[in-house]
């Protein structure tokens, strides 16, 4: 039984991270329409700036992890005004950018490879203790994790309903014609998405290399499968979804390592996807607006 | 005038949509663009709104030349589209939906919504479902609503007929007119060209990206050439 516990616990901690990664993802899609597959990449080098920032440059890691997150937002802005706006502006084919999205993600990855190498990297600070919560066992490290994402959902949540981007960015993700003719700058609101999709996904970033401990340039990569599974799961572009999916597909692949073996993870979160697609084409909270 | 609109040309690639239109709508007044489908009706009211860009012409509203000022600042003097089709944000509520309205302004005023609920009595007792629930009837009457919350001086509708049962048709057209009279211009696209030219002041029809023929409402009604074309032939009689 206890076996059973702990597992919940690890389930816990990885929805909490897929959860700071699918929202980030799953906003962007809402408001720009098009899936990044690049994201995993940003998720990379959350783990390597922060990496950068307190070993060789010896920075505390609070320090270090506040520093990059929104400079990730950041070179997401870039990204997107540099090479993603422009195919955008020429009529924006959703088939097109996912090539190019595709096509960026190895271009960053292979960029990064040069720049930090290819061997694995680990932050100074460790996991911390063992606490006892409950039936729960989790390492300081992993209640910060949960902490961090359950904040941050909690500040998505107020975004999107008590501030004015937030209202701009489910509109534009209801129906950006309208979203335009109401007086909305999309320009600024899409640019305000990247920045936030940046550092939802440096963060996430971040967490997963606490967690997993030792990481590589594409760390992050081997999570975006898993990440999309989340989001599709919930209902593509629903950010409320996203939080759900990652909720779902976290906890049921950590449960499942206990009789399957953790080598079939990824496998689970993809039959769970599969099924439940079977059933709910339209993902668990359906959006309204979308096709 | 409200509106000018002179020797406006827009295109799709190397289609040309508008081939040098030029229009006037006077503050006060309901003015119907009626034409056949493909005849550019459409593509002019999302040239007004700032949704395509211009290749040649000029737009003033209200004195100002707009031509080049970007969609969402145009809401802002005064010009408010409501879309073809659902004209509303499916996912939000219809509170919300009104609530974007006045998203250049900041808050709603209660006045702007004690009105819209005047004219449109459903939509309040469907304000805390999302609007994407509503009947089609329900869902034009939100997107008007929408539009009205932001206090326009030209109201630019896009087929607002469009889907709609023929009683429901009507409704709405007494409700546009309820509107003019309030003090709200109106620039009106229709494919119903027997209701949009019942009830406006003027109509320009458009054919292939350019204006043939322009007259006061009831005149095109009577028109033959306009009847033959628009209205399914000859009047009765």
């Known amino acids: 039984m206890s076996i059973l516990w702990l597992s919940l616990g690890f389930g816990l901690v990885t929805a909490s991270i897929l959860a700071l990664s699918s929202v980030g993802l799953s906003l962007q899609f809402g408001v720009t329409n098009y899936i990044n597959f690049a994201y995993g990449a940003f998720l990379s080098l959350g783990m390597l700036l922060t990496w950068t920032l307190t070993r060789p440059l010896h920075l505390p890691f609070w320090l270090g992890a506040a520093l990059t997150i929104p400079i990730c937002g950041l070179v997401a802005v870039v990204v997107d005004r540099v090479v993603l706006e422009p195919f955008v502006r020429r009529g924006g084919n959703l088939l097109y950018l996912l090539i190019v999205t595709f096509g960026l993600s190895l271009i960053l990855d292979n960029i990064m490879q040069a720049a930090w190498g290819v061997g694995f990297f680990r932050f100074a600070v460790g996991q911390g203790a063992d606490l006892h919560l409950g039936p729960f066992q989790f390492t300081v490290a992993q209640l910060v994790i949960i902490g961090v994402a359950a904040a941050v959902m909690v500040g998505v949540h107020l975004l999107l309903t008590r501030t004015r981007l937030g209202k701009a960015m489910r509109a534009m993700s209801d129906n950006p014609a309208l979203a335009r003719v109401s007086g909305i700058d999309t320009k600024r609101v899409t640019m305000s998405t990247w920045f936030l999709s940046g550092c939802l996904a440096g963060a996430a970033g971040i967490a997963l290399a606490l967690n997993i401990v030792s990481f590589q340039t594409t760390s992050g990569d081997d999570l975006l499968f898993v990440v999309f599974a989340a989001v599709i799961l919930g209902g593509i572009g629903q950010t409320y979804g996203a939080m759900l999916g990652a909720l779902v597909i976290g906890v049921v692949t950590e449960v499942s390592a206990v009789y399957v073996g953790s080598a079939y993870k990824s496998d689970v979160a993809f039959l769970i996807l599969v099924v439940v697609l079977l059933v709910r084409p339209q993902g668990l909270i359906p959006a309204l607006g979308k096709a | ?237």
Do not use: W
């Open chain 2, 1 to 237: 005038m409200l509106l000018e609109v002179e020797d406006l040309h827009v295109s799709y690639g190397k289609i040309a949509a508008l081939k040098g239109i030029s229009l006037q709508v006077g503050a006060g007044e309901i003015v119907a663009l009626i034409g056949a489908n493909g005849a550019g009706k459409t593509t002019t009211l999302k040239t007004l709104s700032g949704l395509r860009t211009v290749a040649a012409g000029r737009v003033r509203f209200r004195g100002e030349d707009i031509t080049t000022m970007p969609g969402h600042r145009r809401v802002r003097l005064g010009l408010c589209q409501v879309p073809e089709g659902r004209g509303l944000f499916p996912g939000m509520t219809v509170m919300d939906n009104l609530a974007m309205g006045t998203y250049t302004r900041g808050r709603a005023d209660p006045a702007d919504l004690q009105r819209v609920f005047d004219l449109f009595p459903r939509v309040s007792e469907r304000a805390r479902q999302a609007a994407g629930t509503l009947s089609g009837g329900e869902q034009q009457m939100v997107a008007i609503g929408r539009a009205l919350m932001s206090r326009p001086e030209l109201l630019l509708l896009d087929e607002p007929s469009m889907g709609l049962a023929p009683k429901l048709v009507a409704q709405i057209f007494s409700i546009i007119a309820e509107i003019n009279r309030q003090g709200t211009t109106v620039l009106l696209v229709e494919q119903n060209a027997n209701q949009a030219l019942g009830l406006a002041h003027r109509a320009y029809v458009l054919e292939t990206g350019r204006i043939v023929v322009t007259d006061t409402g009831q005149a095109l009604l009577g028109d033959p050439g306009v009847r033959a074309a628009y209205l399914g032939g000859p009047p009765p009689g």
